[in-house]
C-alpha cells in the first residue's frame, strides 16, 4: 500500500500465535482497532519501501534507497536486538511503522541521562490518506502503553526532528514533555528531546481521555 488509490491490503488473524509478538486496543476516540504486529522482510520489505519514499516522510528518515540497498537496511534492523520494528493496523489495515527500542543501548544515550529501562520511540504513517484525520494520538497512545504494560521503563523517550512540527505536537498530546533540542549526530539531525514519564502517561493520557484501559494482546498472523 502506498498512498495510491488501491484496494488496501488487510491483516488476518487467526488463534494460536505467540501472544508477546502483537498487540491490540480499541480506541474509542476514532472508534477503530489498533493493532501492531513485528515487521518481517518477506511481509514488510515493499510496503515500508513506498512509506519511506514518500514525499512526506523522506526528509526526516533519509531512506529513499533502492530497493535493494532498503533490504539490507531493514534486515540490518531486524536482526538488531536492542530494536523491534512493528507495522501498525487500523482495523487490520496496515498504515504505520514503528520502531520501539532500548534507549540506554541506542545512540540517543549519548545526549541524556539514559536509565537502563527507559525505552524509545519512532513513528511514520505511511499512505497520505491517513494524514490529517486524527489518528496519529491514538496510535502513539497505544505504542505507548504497550511499551510500559511490557516493561518496567517509568520513562519513553522519542527524539525526533526539530523541523517536524508535526510528530511534535502529537507527542505532546500524548504526554510527551520537552527537554530542549540537541544536535544528534549519530543520526545527522538537529533532534528535540522529548520524555514522557509512566505516572503522567497513567493518569492524564489513558484514564484522562477515557481510554479503554490495559490492552489486550491478539491473533496476529506474521
Known sequence: MNGTNETPETEEYR????????????????????????ATLE????????????DHVKP???????PTEFRERLAEKLSDDHLT???????HVPMSYWECYRAADDDVANHYDADPADRGVHLLV????????????????AVVAMQFERSNAERVIAEPDARNDRAIRVFERCGFESEGEFRFEEAGKDAVLLVC??????AEVLE??????????????R
Not at 511481509?43 to 514518500?54: E, F, I, K, P, V
Open 15 to 38: 488463534p494460536g500465535y505467540d501472544s508477546d509478538d502483537g498487540y491490540r486496543r480499541y480506541d474509542p476516540e476514532i472508534d477503530r482497532t489498533i493493532s501492531l504486529r513485528p
Open 197 to 202: 514519564e509512566r505516572e503522567r502517561f497513567e
Open 60 to 66: 526526516y528518515w533519509q531512506l529513499d534507497l533502492p
Open 43 to 54: 511481509r514488510d520489505a515493499a510496503r515500508l519501501h513506498a512509506w519511506l519514499g514518500s
Open 126 to 141: 505511511g499512505p497520505e490518506e491517513y494524514l490529517g484525520h486524527g489518528y496519529a494520538r491514538p496510535l502513539l497512545r
Open 208 to 221: 484522562g481521555d477515557g481510554a479503554d484501559g490495559p490492552a489486550r494482546p491478539t491473533e496476529v498472523r
Open 85 to 91: 520494528p512493528y507495522v501498525g493496523c487500523l482495523d
